[in-house]
């Protein structure tokens, strides 16, 4: 697409996101999929439209407040980079975009406040914990607040499973095959930290040595994609900094975390740690990536005899590309029957923050998910990332459906107790 954006006008990311536009051909094979154009219908909320809405308001052809409503209810979801014939690299522009025009950015003080509010806790687990405490308490208040703040207190769980602790180093079990750190992230270690311990348990069954550094932090996962640079920018320092360099890799268990970290080169572009953000994005993979390229020990899990739906986390399908990966672990457990999706390529409507900012397209695509799980007559649902298993658990609980939602390591790590227990 051709475009008169000069590439000094916009800083360090002008030049990302001028060579996204630059390659769009408009053609538009990515509208069938965007969850919000077939929510929504119309031309500027899909990608091709939104690339369009973009280049003006950089071109200074059109006023923010033109462009801002379409541009938050983009879900960041990146299913129209698989889609597009013409690799556009979507995730260059919409992150940039809205960091370099966050000031501009015309918001309500409810949302200045709901956004704060989130920014300030979230990344923080000491802090959302209190937080989610208090959200439980106050579920009976829910009625006298505004029904913009409804989703914070429905994604609260009735019960908070106690913190968890673990130790800096956790060995591997026989002899040792890799030693690797684990992100162990900020709102999951809150809402279900057995996803950590299941990952470590999984890990370890497999030889693998967990290093949890101490002083590691939130991916900068929730400030990148509301447009919050400096807080992002402190978030990727402190993680490259708790990060021993000895390590196989550094895993993660939230795709939203890993895609996050993926991108501290483009966060951090234009930075005296630009280079060493791109030394550190090469480290960081998904924890099932990480034991399929390793390897399963053989002779690991007991039979299960159980059906799984697997659903694809955006940010772990689009954006890492690993999809085969779970799906190979899952199969791997004898006995077990894995189910797919109708539209699994859909987003699921959780999306970071994107529940309490545009609750209604959540929750209608949250629902559209729970049902095509419902529909697979499956037992379980797994998937790699904490927001969609928060956003199914809450939709099949008001569908009634009693479909357990479980992380992808819970599920392989069931196994290994069930043949711990037989053993
Ligand atoms: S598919 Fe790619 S090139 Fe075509 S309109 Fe969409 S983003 Fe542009
Ligand atoms: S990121 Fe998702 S919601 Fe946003 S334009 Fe792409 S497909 Fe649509």
Same mark, same amino acid.
């Given at each position: 697409?051709?475009?008169?954006?000069?590439?000094?006008?916009?800083?360090?990311?002008?030049?990302?996101?001028?060579?996204?536009?630059?390659?769009?051909?408009?053609?538009?094979?990515?509208?069938? $999929?965007?969850?919000?154009?077939?929510?929504?219908?119309?031309?500027?909320?899909?990608?091709? %439209? =939104?690339?369009?809405?973009?280049?003006?308001?950089?071109? %200074?052809?059109?006023?923010?407040?033109?462009?801002?409503?379409?541009?938050?209810?983009?879900?960041?979801?990146?299913?129209?980079?698989?889609?597009?014939?013409?690799?556009?690299?979507?995730?260059?522009?919409?992150?940039?975009?809205?960091?370099? /025009?966050?000031?501009?950015?015309? =918001?309500?003080? /409810?949302?200045?406040?709901?956004?704060?509010?989130? !920014?300030?806790?979230?990344?923080?687990? !000491?802090?959302?914990?209190?937080?989610?405490?208090?959200?439980?308490?106050?579920?009976?208040?829910?009625?006298?607040?505004? =029904?913009?703040?409804?989703? /914070?207190?429905?994604?609260?769980?009735?019960?908070?499973?106690?913190?968890?602790?673990?130790?800096?180093?956790?060995?591997?079990?026989?002899?040792?095959?890799?030693?690797?750190?684990?992100?162990?992230?900020?709102?999951?270690?809150?809402?279900?930290?057995?996803?950590?311990?299941?990952?470590?348990?999984?890990?370890?069954?497999?030889?693998?040595?967990?290093?949890?550094? +101490?002083?590691?932090?939130?991916?900068?996962?929730?400030?990148?994609?509301?447009?919050?640079?400096?807080?992002?920018?402190?978030?990727? =320092?402190?993680?490259?900094?708790?990060?021993?360099?000895?390590?196989?890799?550094?895993?993660?268990?939230? $795709?939203?975390?890993?895609? $996050?970290?993926?991108?501290?080169?483009?966060?951090?572009?234009?930075?005296?740690?630009?280079?060493?953000?791109?030394?550190?994005?090469?480290?960081?993979?998904?924890?099932?990536?990480?034991?399929?390229?390793?390897?399963?020990?053989?002779?690991?899990?007991?039979?299960?005899?159980?059906?799984?739906?697997?659903?694809?986390?955006?940010?772990?399908?689009?954006?890492?590309?690993?999809?085969?990966?779970?799906?190979?672990?899952?199969?791997?457990?004898?006995?077990?029957?894995?189910?797919?999706?109708?539209?699994?390529?859909?987003?699921?409507?959780?999306?970071?923050?994107?529940?309490?900012?545009?609750?209604?397209?959540?929750?209608?695509?949250?629902?559209?998910? $729970?049902?095509?799980?419902?529909?697979?007559?499956?037992?379980?649902?797994?998937?790699?990332?904490?927001?969609?298993?928060?956003?199914?658990?809450?939709?099949?609980?008001?569908?009634? !459906?009693?479909?357990?939602?479980?992380?992808?390591?819970?599920?392989?790590?069931? +196994?290994?107790? !069930?043949?711990?227990?037989?053993?």
């Amino acid at each position: 697409m051709l475009h008169q954006i000069s590439s000094d006008d916009h800083g360090p990311l002008g030049a990302p996101m001028t060579r996204a536009i630059e390659a769009c051909v408009h053609c538009g094979f990515c509208l069938a $999929a965007c969850p919000t154009y077939r929510e929504l219908g119309q031309e500027m909320d899909t990608p091709r %439209g =939104r690339i369009v809405l973009m280049k003006e308001v950089l071109e %200074g052809k059109l006023p923010i407040e033109s462009a801002q409503p379409h541009i938050d209810r983009c879900l960041g979801c990146l299913s129209c980079e698989p889609a597009c014939p013409s690799g556009v690299p979507y995730r260059d522009l919409i992150s940039p975009f809205r960091a370099v /025009m966050q000031s501009k950015m015309k =918001r309500t003080w /409810m949302e200045r406040f709901r956004r704060t509010l989130t !920014a300030q806790t979230l990344p923080f687990p !000491a802090r959302f914990r209190i937080a989610a405490y208090i959200a439980q308490w106050s579920k009976c208040l829910r009625p006298l607040l505004p =029904r913009s703040m409804y989703p /914070m207190f429905d994604l609260v769980p009735d019960h908070l499973p106690p913190a968890q602790a673990w130790p800096e180093v956790v060995p591997a079990m026989g002899q040792r095959r890799a030693r690797v750190a684990l992100l162990i992230g900020c709102a999951q270690r809150v809402l279900d930290p057995d996803i950590n311990a299941a990952t470590i348990e999984v890990l370890t069954h497999n030889g693998v040595e967990v290093v949890l550094p +101490a002083s590691q932090g939130c991916c900068g996962g929730l400030a990148w994609h509301t447009g919050d640079l400096a807080a992002a920018q402190k978030f990727a =320092r402190q993680n490259m900094d708790a990060f021993p360099p000895d390590l196989d890799a550094i895993l993660t268990n939230a $795709a939203g975390c890993g895609s $996050a970290m993926h991108e501290y080169p483009l966060v951090l572009r234009g930075t005296e740690d630009e280079t060493r953000a791109e030394v550190f994005r090469q480290r960081v993979m998904d924890v099932s990536l990480f034991l399929s390229d390793l390897g399963l020990l053989p002779g690991l899990f007991a039979e299960q005899k159980i059906t799984v739906a697997y659903q694809d986390a955006c940010h772990l399908a689009n954006a890492q590309d690993v999809r085969n990966e779970p799906r190979e672990l899952l199969l791997s457990i004898p006995g077990l029957e894995l189910r797919e999706l109708a539209n699994g390529h859909l987003c699921c409507g959780s999306a970071g923050s994107y529940n309490m900012d545009q609750p209604s397209i959540a929750s209608s695509l949250g629902k559209q998910k $729970a049902q095509a799980v419902i529909d697979t007559g499956a037992r379980v649902v797994a998937s790699g990332n904490i927001g969609c298993l928060t956003q199914l658990r809450l939709h099949l609980s008001q569908a009634g !459906a009693k479909i357990s939602a479980r992380h992808t390591m819970q599920v392989m790590r069931d +196994a290994l107790c !069930a043949k711990d227990q037989s053993s």
